[in-house]
């Protein structure tokens, strides 16, 4: 069997597909809506639509997979300004994954008219042309962004896209997500879908600001950061009461990887004895606090 016919291509709400990954035992999108979820918890909370007024964008798309976040970048750039030059620098792990989301024509239900770009995204890494430069970095995003970093490229949006922090808290720890932080453009903006308290920690620790964004379906929130000098400028959704007294709770203890090489087993267990050892509220108690609010609760789920 090749490797790209592992991932089995399966409908989500919106009439788009994603796929299972046996490895983290999660799925690669919302059954709410894969495509759904590509537009409102990345393209739209980075603005890209406004930025695409601009001569140049330059995108950072953490965990490339089926390639679902920079097909919804590339058309909202492109409808609003199609002489837009965009540079992309997409970080993947296991090349399979857009292969496969090729082999499978899964962007024929999207109407969607850069499918070359992607496929030669996904089979070359590289593509060059008119209005684009993109390159696909296949390796653990841990080492790829050390070296991003040291070639200076600095992104106008960054989409942080990993499985959930439970199944590969890796890509969520302080020492990662300041990495990340290194990379964002003085005047750029990061979107995640998760709201997990520990993620939202460490997007503060490394001394980005932080913003909701509105739930897509019946998901909860997710979060945008900017560099503080920044955020003046832009109208962030703060965070509301029960997200803010979230931070306060066990459950914002950050995942922590100091050489950026830990195992998740050894990430999670570092998490479970700091958190152990911890005198912040229970995170249980927050959630009988908050009960009422389904934000709030959704927003635990994704901490248990
Ligand atoms: C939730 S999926 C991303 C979905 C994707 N953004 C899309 O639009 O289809 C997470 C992706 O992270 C990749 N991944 C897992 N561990 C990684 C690592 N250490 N470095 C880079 N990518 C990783 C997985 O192979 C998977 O494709």
Redesign the pocket.
């Known amino acids: 069997m090749l490797d790209s016919e592992q991932f089995i291509p399966q409908t989500t709400a919106d009439g788009s597909f ?2 299972t ?1 046996k ?2 035992g ?4 919302s059954h709410y809506g ?1 495509k759904q ?2 537009f409102l918890k ?1 393209a739209e909370p980075t603005q890209l639509a406004f930025r695409a007024q601009e001569p140049v964008l330059r995108l950072l ?12 970048a590339l058309q909202t750039i492109w409808d609003i300004n199609p002489h837009c030059h965009v540079e992309i620098i997409a ?4 090349p399979a ?2 292969q496969a ?1 090729i082999a499978h024509h899964l962007f024929d239900n999207w109407g969607y008219k850069y499918t070359d770009i992607l496929h030669q995204l996904a089979f070359n890494y590289q593509v060059q042309q008119e209005y684009l430069k993109a390159e696909l970095i296949i ?6 962004i050390q070296l991003l970093n040291q070639s200076g490229f600095l992104a106008d949006a960054i ?1 942080l ?4 922090p439970p199944q ?1 808290p ?2 969520w720890t302080v020492e990662f997500v300041n990495q990340i932080s290194l990379c964002l453009h003085p005047h750029g903006i990061l979107a995640t879908y998760s709201c997990a308290a520990a993620v939202r920690t460490a997007l503060l620790s490394a001394g980005l600001v932080i913003g909701s964004t509105p739930p897509v379906g019946r998901r909860s929130p997710g979060t945008v950061a900017v560099h503080q000098k920044y955020s003046g400028n832009l109208t962030l959704l703060p965070l509301c009461q029960a997200e803010k007294e979230h931070l306060l709770t066990r459950a914002a203890i950050p995942y922590r990887d100091p050489q950026l090489i830990d195992p998740a087993d050894v990430i999670l267990m570092r998490r479970q004895q700091e958190q152990q050892a911890s005198s912040l509220e229970s995170t249980s108690r927050w959630r009988k606090r908050w009960l009422f609010d389904s934000a709030a609760s959704n927003s635990q789920q994704a901490n248990s």
Do not use: M
């Open positions: 994603t796929f990954s490895e983290f999660e799925d690669f999108h894969a979820e590509s990345f798309d953490i965990c490339y997979g089926l390639g679902y976040n920079t097909a919804a970080l993947e792990l296991n994954v857009p989301a390796g653990d995003a841990r080492n790829s989409f896209d990993p499985f959930s590969c890796q890509l």
